[in-house]
């Protein structure tokens, strides 16, 4: 499946910037498809994790 672009401090739920050290620290970074994202709570972090491939989807816009 084609995944969209998302920037290396996008939280790619909501689509805020996120610090990805600070995510780390938090424990709020998943590794996907090769690479890390970082989360800006525990939410997105959550609903990321059980279903990646919905938020990394060519058609998905982030939002709150
Ligand atoms: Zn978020």
Known sequence: MAH??????????????????QARA???VLEEDG?????????CFLEFRDDPET???EGYSPSM
């Open 4 to 21: 969209r672009t998302v920037a290396p401090n996008e939280d790619p739920v909501c689509g805020m910037t996120v610090d990805i050290e």
């Open 26 to 28: 938090k424990g709020l």
């Open 35 to 43: 690479r890390e994202f970082g989360f800006c709570g525990k939410g």
């Open 55 to 57: 938020y990394l989807a």
